[in-house]
């Protein structure tokens, strides 16, 4: 991994072991973020505020390619773990190459898990485990206006047009 911001998970738990030790509260979250827009950086910094470092974890190219279809992602893994390091919200990041992030979530044990507000909270995958050590799960407003999919349908359709 090449920013000391972005590193393995097992590298990253000792990370997070360490400050809960001091006291901090780890936030933590997920997801593909295949074209960042100000949908994502509003929610990652509204997450931020949860706690005292933020955690994102990126689905790897190929769990991309099984959850969303085999022409995505747009952006290579290492592309969008770099711009989201960049972000001022996001202390550290990390990728998985499962199709969601339970195991991810066990090893880390963050104290609050957060997702968008597309996500039922019943549904929210990690809940069980974070709860069970007395963490939160949070669900964050979802910004209709922005998506990925609508982003990716709109450069299409101007494409088209010419």
């Known amino acids: 991994m090449e920013s000391e911001t972005i590193m393995p998970a097992e590298d990253l738990a000792r990370v997070v072991h360490d400050f809960q030790k001091e006291g901090k509260k780890i936030v933590f979250t997920n997801g593909c973020f295949d074209i960042l827009h100000p949908g994502h950086t509003t929610y990652l910094a509204k997450a931020r505020a949860l706690g005292d470092m933020l955690i994102v974890g990126v689905n790897s190219d190929s769990s991309v390619r099984r959850l969303k279809g085999e022409k995505r992602p747009i952006m290579p893994e290492s592309a969008r773990t770099r711009l989201l390091a960049a972000l001022k919200a996001v202390d550290f990041v990390t990728i998985f190459s499962e199709d969601n992030p339970y195991e991810l979530i066990k090893l880390l044990e963050p104290d ?30 979802f910004i209709d206006q922005f998506s990925t999919t609508t982003i990716i349908e709109e450069i299409l359709a101007r494409y088209r047009e010419k």
């Open 112 to 141: 609050i898990l957060v997702k968008g507000g597309d996500w039922d909270s019943g549904a929210i995958i990690g809940r069980d485990l974070v709860e069970a050590r007395g963490g939160s799960v949070q669900s964050l407003p």
